[in-house]
């Protein structure tokens, strides 16, 4: 009995450290990014964190990975609501940056 006690005791405490090891570095940077601006954000905006992930999943592809990897750095070191959402405006201005530049390049020929 003390061997299967035991043996529980030791899967239990592998699948918890198993699952916050998963949701602390494995869960796509995009998942954490809508995590963390719902935990600043208050509980409005957990309703909304599917809706978010898609969001960001197309915010990547517009602006690519370093700049969305840049997002997720700076939002990870936010403490409020107001500085995670400025830093998902300032990936909104990188993405326009880049629209600007194609812009310039092709009236230009280049």
């Known amino acids: 009995m003390k061997r299967f006690v035991s043996t529980l ?17 494995m869960t796509p940077k995009q998942v954490r990014a809508c995590e963390k601006l719902a935990k600043l954000c208050g509980d409005g ?3 909304a ?7 960001m999943n197309d ?13 997720v750095s700076c939002l990870n070191e936010a403490s409020s609501c107001a500085r995670g959402v400025g830093c998902m405006v300032g990936t909104g201005v990188s993405a326009l940056g880049e629209f600007l530049e194609g812009v310039r390049r092709s009236v230009q020929g280049k």
Do not use: F, H, T
């Open 49 to 55: 964190l599917k809706e978010c992930e898609q969001k």
């Open 59 to 71: 915010l990547e592809k517009a602006v690519g990975k370093p700049a969305m990897e840049k997002a």
């Open 45 to 47: 905006a957990k309703d």
């Open 9 to 25: 005791l030791v899967l239990g405490i592998l699948g918890g450290g198993g699952y916050l090891i998963y949701k602390r570095y």
